[in-house]
Nanobody, 121 residues
Framework: QVQLVESGGGLVQTGGSLRVSCAAS????????MGWFRQAPGKGREFVAY????????YYAASVKGRFTISRDDDRNMLYLQMNSLKPEDTAVYYC??????????????WGQGTQVTVSS
């Protein structure tokens, strides 16, 4: 079992950068694909990016590719999402999740509580 806690959200201007983090408990962190999802008000949960077990492969949603970078530190049980060139449409609650390599939220078993990212225009 994995417990996840996000941090690092906040308010940033358009074009700015922000890094959100996810701290995981449990000795099995490295065995999971880790993903980031987001949910804007009135919308469904949207896939952002995932990174495979041991970090060998990453995959991004088209809307963030080239602007966001997902990474993990298995020694510290940490997951990161570096967000650059932020746009107002990136405003959402960002969630980290542990599961199986997929862009579908249904393939992730463990979720954090989310951290709010707001991009002002």
């Amino acid at each position: 079992q994995v417990q996840l806690v996000e941090s690092g959200g906040g308010l940033v201007q358009t074009g700015g950068s922000l890094r959100v983090s996810c701290a995981a408990s449990g000795r099995t962190f490295a065995m999971y694909t880790m993903g980031w999802f987001r949910q804007a008000p009135g919308k469904g949960r949207e896939f952002v990016a995932y990174i495979s077990r041991y970090g060998g492969y990453t995959y991004y949603a088209a809307s963030v590719k080239g602007r966001f970078t997902i990474s993990r530190d298995d020694d510290r049980n940490m997951l990161y999402l570096q967000m650059n060139s932020l746009k107002p449409e990136d405003t959402a609650v960002y969630y980290c999740a542990a599961g199986t390599a997929s862009s579908s939220y249904k393939m992730y078993n463990y979720w954090g509580q989310g951290t709010q990212v707001t991009v002002s225009s």
